[in-house]
């Protein structure tokens, strides 16, 4: 079979650290091209890896006919811009989380989708984690009994991403610690729950710990250090309440806050079981059995344990050639950016949004 050539486009951490590993794994594709709008980015990654060229302009890769697949890995902003021009080219692409900045970008990159026929995922990594995934199978098998409620928690002490850049610039991400971490909380219990519909939200974000940049405390920037003349407009933390025809979430999220703890953790409450999934971690399910407490730690053996973003990336392959649909196809993931959009809009209106 001949290997399937493909392109990263944006060549940052989550590039470094997670697509381009495993696509150097399978031995069904040939990176050609690594694009960069910073010439010494891309060209380091050819080095690096010891294949493909070095680009600036990713108009460049789209007019090549023999490539068939690329990831968007560049910030939020350029998200919908390469995805649809990609499409529109006929290429196949995974597009890093969250979608778009907003609801509405992600709207046009479904339609493009449906419109050109072209596979169109979202890097919603957790459909692809082994331990989600067992939860899933619990809660299909009715473990759990009747799921009333969810609650998402992903707060950290002070934990800020590049405080003045990209991450911290709402032109740019679109928003905060909601739509850098919570998409990922957000669709990981969408999928469990095999996506509800969302029927309200009401909620309220907080641009509060981060706005002196220069006199911001922190003992360790992932994705520093501050940019002290650079822009904090976006959401450090955020509550919300969402109904939907299933379960009510109960939404607890912050990159910062005065408390010194970390609580990322799910909980799914139903009236048989509940699981409390730690995330990027184990999970423990706790029931009542002939009268007595009873707590499980289910444990995936090591041999037969796997990566969730080369799962992601080998799944990604394989649905290009056979045309199998994805859990993370832009379908579903337009979910989440639904819901994370009306806790925007219900902040921004200090009202409940009513969705469609």
Same mark, same amino acid.
């Given at each position: 079979?001949?290997?399937?050539?493909?392109?990263?486009?944006?060549?940052?951490?989550?590039?470094?650290?997670?697509?381009?590993?495993?696509?150097?794994?399978?031995?069904?594709?040939?990176?050609?091209?690594?694009?960069?709008? #910073? +010439?010494?980015?891309?060209? &380091?990654?050819?080095? /690096?890896?010891?294949? %493909?060229?070095? @680009?600036?302009?990713?108009?460049? *890769?789209?007019?090549?006919?023999?490539?068939?697949?690329?990831?968007?890995?560049?910030?939020?902003?350029?998200?919908?811009?390469?995805?649809?021009?990609?499409?529109?080219?006929?290429?196949?692409?995974?597009?890093?989380?969250?979608?778009?900045?907003?609801?509405?970008?992600?709207?046009?990159?479904?339609?493009?989708?449906?419109?050109?026929?072209?596979?169109?995922?979202?890097?919603?990594?957790?459909?692809?984690?082994?331990?989600?995934?067992?939860?899933?199978?619990?809660?299909?098998?009715?473990?759990?009994?009747?799921?009333?409620?969810?609650?998402?928690?992903?707060?950290?002490?002070?934990? #800020? +991403?590049?405080?003045?850049? &990209?991450?911290?610039? /709402?032109?740019?991400? %679109?928003?905060? @610690?909601?739509?850098?971490?919570? *998409?990922?909380?957000?669709?990981?219990?969408?999928?469990?729950?095999?996506?509800?519909?969302?029927?309200?939200?009401?909620?309220?974000?907080?641009?509060?710990?981060?706005?002196?940049?220069?006199?911001?405390?922190?003992?360790?920037?992932?994705?520093?250090?501050?940019?002290?003349?650079?822009?904090?407009?976006?959401?450090?933390?955020?509550?919300?309440?969402?109904?939907?025809?299933?379960?009510?979430?109960?939404?607890?999220?912050?990159?910062?806050?005065?408390?010194?703890?970390?609580?990322?953790?799910?909980?799914?409450?139903?009236?048989?079981?509940?699981?409390?999934?730690?995330?990027?971690?184990?999970?423990?399910?706790?029931?009542?059995?002939?009268?007595?407490?009873?707590?499980?730690?289910?444990?995936?053996?090591?041999?037969?344990?796997?990566?969730?973003?080369?799962?992601?990336?080998?799944?990604?392959?394989?649905?290009?050639?056979?045309?199998?649909?994805?859990?993370?196809?832009?379908?579903?993931?337009?979910?989440?950016?639904?819901?994370?959009?009306?806790?925007?809009?219900?902040?921004?209106?200090?009202?409940?949004?009513?969705?469609?």
């Amino acid at each position: 079979m001949e290997r399937m050539k493909v392109a990263v486009i944006g060549c940052g951490t989550i590039a470094n650290s997670q697509h381009i590993p495993a696509y150097m794994k399978n031995e069904e594709v040939e990176i050609k091209y690594f694009c960069d709008i #910073i +010439p010494e980015r891309a060209q &380091a990654a050819v080095e /690096k890896y010891g294949c %493909g060229r070095a @680009v600036v302009d990713y108009k460049e *890769v789209l007019a090549d006919p023999e490539v068939e697949a690329l990831s968007v890995c560049t910030p939020n902003l350029m998200h919908s811009v390469i995805a649809i021009d990609a499409l529109k080219a006929g290429k196949n692409v995974l597009c890093e989380k969250p979608a778009a900045r907003v609801y509405e970008e992600a709207l046009a990159m479904q339609k493009a989708q449906h419109e050109t026929g072209k596979v169109l995922n979202i890097g919603v990594v957790n459909r692809f984690n082994d331990k989600v995934n067992l939860i899933r199978k619990y809660i299909q098998e009715g473990r759990l009994g009747d799921i009333y409620h969810v609650y998402l928690s992903f707060r950290c002490h002070r934990s #800020i +991403p590049g405080l003045g850049g &990209a991450f911290t610039t /709402k032109a740019i991400a %679109g928003g905060g @610690v909601l739509i850098d971490w919570g *998409v990922h909380y957000l669709d990981l219990v969408m999928y469990c729950l095999n996506d509800p519909k969302p029927l309200t939200v009401s909620g309220e974000v907080f641009c509060k710990l981060g706005r002196d940049i220069e006199g911001y405390a922190y003992r360790g920037m992932w994705a520093g250090p501050p940019v002290k003349d650079g822009i904090y407009d976006v959401d450090d933390s955020v509550t919300a309440l969402v109904r939907t025809d299933g379960p009510v979430f109960t939404v607890n999220g912050a990159w910062a806050q005065n408390i010194e703890a970390d609580e990322c953790f799910v909980d799914f409450m139903g009236d048989k079981g509940g699981i409390r999934l730690i995330y990027g971690g184990d999970f423990t399910l706790y029931t009542v059995e002939n009268g007595a407490f009873v707590k499980y730690v289910p444990e995936v053996p090591e041999h037969k344990s796997t990566n969730m973003f080369e799962n992601e990336i080998n799944s990604f392959i394989r649905c290009i050639r056979t045309g199998e649909r994805l859990p993370s196809h832009i379908d579903t993931a337009v979910k989440t950016s639904q819901i994370m959009q009306a806790i925007y809009d219900s902040a921004a209106q200090h009202r409940e949004m009513a969705l469609n």
